[in-house]
């Protein structure tokens, strides 16, 4: 069964920074791109991030590049989010999300974490 | 940048009601583009990929049409576990994805 789990949410202070992690199980994590997805509180999904499974190049939503940082380490199963210089309306879920195809990254998405909530406020 | 918009915002509906749920994309994705069901709380679940192709273990009565600028999403027939919010999200752009911004299906 595949299995992803998030950690590593909570309140920061504005300016502060935060590093997401995405254990995932149940796959085989090394072979398949990884994603995060963002949602504001009542509000839409926004992509965010990718990486491929060799966790080679990695890529940004135009408008965040800059403050995020995508990694994986695939020696323990693991996807992080690295999230530098947070503001309020960096304030979300952040969910992780398996990339359908094998080849793929932000491409379609077919399991999820159950997220980890990031509130940003001093 | 690809701007995808779904319609309507909030749908009202009743057991057994065919429903049909409208995106558009801002230029031609071709076929490119998967549906979500999100209920509150939880995260989201595919239900469609490539405009059409069901997600395993998805129920028959959901179906995807469209290509180019213009898709649907369709329940033929709604059920109880059906209330929910879809995202349609385009992903025709290499290595970068986009959401619409959600309808409500309420009764």
């Known amino acids: 069964e595949v299995q992803l789990l998030e950690s590593g949410g909570g309140l920061v202070q504005p300016g502060g920074s935060l590093r997401l992690s995405c254990a995932a199980s149940g796959f085989s994590f090394s072979a398949y791109g990884m994603n995060w997805v963002r949602q504001p509180p009542g509000k839409g999904l926004e992509w965010v991030s990718g990486i491929p499974g060799s966790g080679g190049n990695t890529y940004y939503a135009d408008s965040l590049k800059g403050q995020f940082t995508i990694s994986r380490d695939n020696s323990k199963n693991t996807l992080y989010l690295q999230i530098n210089n947070l503001r309020a309306e960096d304030t979300a879920v952040y969910y992780c999300?398996?990339?359908?195809?094998?080849?793929?990254?932000?491409?379609?998405?077919?399991?999820w974490g159950q997220g980890t909530l990031v509130t940003v406020s001093s | 940048d690809i701007q995808m918009t779904q319609s309507p915002s909030t749908l009202s509906a009743s057991v057994g009601d065919r429903v049909t749920i409208t995106c558009r994309a801002s230029?031609?994705?071709?076929?490119?583009l998967a549906w979500y069901q999100q209920k509150p709380g939880k995260s989201p679940k595919l239900l469609i990929f490539?405009?059409?192709r069901l997600e395993s273990g998805v129920p028959s009565r959901f179906s995807g049409r469209g290509s180019g600028t213009e898709f649907t999403l369709t329940i033929s027939s709604l059920q109880p576990d059906d209330f929910a919010t879809y995202y349609c999200q385009d992903y025709s752009s290499l290595y970068a994805a986009t959401f619409g911004q959600g309808t409500k299906v309420e009764i």
């Open positions: 230029q031609n994705i071709h076929i490119w």
């Open positions: 490539e405009t059409s």
């Open positions: 999300a398996k990339e359908r195809f094998t080849t793929t990254v932000a491409d379609s998405f077919d399991y």
